[in-house]
């Protein structure tokens, strides 16, 4: 099946609507067309065609959104490339591609200049999008292995914005912020769902604490992108009821439940969400509409979208029964799906009488010691409630008596001091024995994270 062209269909219906906004400047819809019709004619030059991969190594910006949208006029599949890796690594991750631009797309065309010249137009206007061919190839984000390129059509995120505009209702005036990377999935479909929706995506370089409140406080932000850290970063920043924030999709983990009373103290109006690249980002997310029940879980699933938990050997013991998350439905990739046709997404979790997915955490980050299999999300959660710590995570450590001995690495805030034993016996006070870690090791230094915030537990193994 083909669709209309998502930007021609935008700047058709609403030109004069501000597509992009950053820092730098911004572009309508009519201006991001003319500009991705130019890139297109550049890219066209140099040999690219329907079905060509595309390395975008660019920083989040207007010139981005200009080789993004190009490559898909064009029919080609974009593959963005983290910046913060290594030469070696984006070499890596761009092999096979036609092309790969590292310059913005045209004469000199900067931040601060204006639209491209539209002079070369070799692309029917009406020309749409094939909904099973590859939109994007998006690696995944390597927290437990090397990333992997995932093959994402046009048809996986139509759906997942069909299914995120059903979860959290659509204003023809939204201004979505982004401070996530658009080499990851859910900075990139940002962008996308707001040309599907033909509305305003806010994009930042990156997450930087004072930025973001200045613009979800002043710059009429309606929606923003979230993971645990950065929201923490925000309400010790002094974030206090954004007056046109409706929602602040939380994703990227489990979520401390005093992360959540504390948004709700401030009255930021959180909602969880699930996802994760193989489904081109959300797969469960909590309706407006959420009672504090939904708001403490991850949420029902988008529209058209399955969720299931199989038995899982390593799993944890809770009830409702804790195992795999799997998912099924057009948001999955094509060659992400089993044989069975779901998702194995190695994600353990549980869903309630109400349908509401509750995440654990990964199945491969499950320690077994002495024979009991533990969460470390659980046990983080409980560490992350302690006034001095900013930030913990637990791993499981070889041990002759225990098999996997559970250890923390915590993070103490700035100014507080507690002691590895005060944390045991606060841990112990809310977690079976078993779980309270053996050792804790205290540290003032970050944890290692992607750029996306996600914890790189292999890192402290």
């Known amino acids: 099946m083909v669709v209309e062209g998502w930007l021609q269909r935008a700047a058709s219906n609403a030109p004069r609507r501000t597509a992009i906004e950053t820092p730098h400047g911004s572009r309508s819809y009519a201006e991001l067309l003319a500009d991705a019709r130019s890139g297109a004619a550049e890219l066209s030059e140099r040999g690219v065609a329907a079905g060509s991969r595309v390395a975008i190594c660019l920083p989040p910006g207007l010139a981005f959104a200009q080789a993004l949208h190009a490559c898909l006029l064009l029919g080609a599949a974009a593959v963005p490339i983290d910046l913060r890796l290594s030469p070696a690594e984006r070499e890596r991750l761009a092999r096979g591609a036609a092309v790969c631009v590292d310059a913005p797309l045209g004469e000199g065309l900067s931040e601060a200049q204006g639209p491209a010249s539209a002079a070369h137009e070799p692309l029917d206007p009406a020309a749409g999008h094939a909904l099973d061919a590859t939109a994007v190839v998006i690696h995944t984000s390597g927290t437990t292995a090397a990333p992997r390129p995932i093959e994402l059509t046009y048809g996986n995120f139509l759906w997942s914005a069909l299914g995120s505009a059903v979860a959290l209702g659509l204003d023809p005036r939204e201004r979505w912020l982004c401070a996530l990377p658009l080499s990851h999935v859910g900075g990139l479909s940002i962008l996308l769902r707001s040309a599907i929706y033909a509305t305003t995506a806010v994009v930042h370089e990156r997450f930087d604490t004072e930025r973001v409140l200045h613009a979800v406080s002043e710059r009429q932000i309606t929606l923003v992108s979230l993971v ?63 009672s504090p029940e939904d708001q403490d879980a991850a949420g029902t699933p988008l529209f058209c979208t399955k969720v299931r938990i199989a038995p899982s050997p390593t799993a944890h013991s809770g009830e409702p029964p804790v195992g795999e998350i799997l998912l099924a439905g057009p948001t999955v990739a094509p060659g992400s799906r089993a044989r069975d046709g779901w998702l194995h997404t190695g994600d353990l979790g549980s869903i309630d009488g109400a349908g509401r997915l509750r995440v654990s955490g990964r199945e491969s980050d499950t320690i077994v010691s002495g024979g009991e299999n533990i969460a470390p999300a659980e046990v983080e959660a409980v560490l992350e409630a302690h006034p001095d710590v900013l930030e913990a995570a637990v791993i499981g ?26 944390l045991r016996a606060h841990c112990a006070a809310s977690l079976a024995s078993f779980k309270v870690p053996k050792r804790i090791e205290l540290t003032r230094e970050a944890l290692p994270r992607t750029g996306s915030g996600k914890l790189l537990r292999k890192d402290l193994v």
């Open 397 to 422: 450590r070889p041990d002759r008596r225990w098999g996997e001995a559970v250890t923390a690495i915590v993070v103490t805030r700035p100014g507080g001091e507690v002691a590895g034993e005060a």
């Open 228 to 290: 645990p850290t950065t929201l923490a970063r925000l309400l010790d920043g002094g974030l206090r009821r954004p007056p046109d924030l409706r929602c602040a999709l939380l994703g990227g983990g489990p979520v401390p439940p005093t992360l959540l009373d504390r948004a709700r103290a401030a009255g930021v109006p959180v909602r969880q969400t699930y996802g994760l690249t193989e489904s081109a980002s959300q797969a469960t997310t909590s309706p407006l509409a959420a």
